[in-house]
């Protein structure tokens, strides 16, 4: 059973960056899709960005798209998300997940079978 590490997140002021990691821990690791989720206090988890594991496509939430970019390496198996010019909206616990239903879409929380344990991002104003 794969498990996803999250990595990199941290306080940071307005304006700021920060870049996200997250390695699977099975040797071999070939998922169809992979996306970063994010969920804040009181909210519920909404999605950031998605990426294509073999041919690297992406997609953003409009929330962030121009700001925030994802990527993977998949000789290291593992996955980022680059966050620039960070608000403090952009507060909250940050999970990487695996899809694993394709019919559900990509953005919901419920195509996503495995997920990390959560980095926490904080931006202070």
């Known amino acids: 059973q794969v498990q996803l590490v999250e990595s990199g997140g941290g306080a940071v002021q307005a304006g700021g960056s920060l870049r996200l990691s997250c390695a699977a821990s099975?040797?071999?690791?070939?998922?169809?899709?992979m996306a970063w989720f994010r969920q804040a206090p009181g909210k519920e988890r909404e999605f950031v960005a998605r990426?294509?594991?073999?041919?690297?496509?992406?997609g953003y939430a409009d929330s962030v798209k121009g700001r925030f970019m994802i990527s993977r390496d998949k000789v290291k198996n593992t996955m980022y998300l680059q966050m620039n010019s960070l608000k403090p909206e952009d507060t909250a616990v940050y999970y990487c997940?695996?899809?694993?239903?394709?019919?559900?879409?990509?953005?919901?929380?419920?195509?996503?079978?495995?997920w990390g344990q959560g980095t926490q991002v904080t931006v202070s104003s």
């Open positions: 997940a695996r899809r694993g239903d394709y019919y559900r879409p990509s953005n919901s929380p419920l195509a996503y079978d495995f």
């Open positions: 099975t040797r071999t690791f070939s998922p169809a899709a």
């Open positions: 990426i294509t594991w073999s041919d690297g496509n992406t």
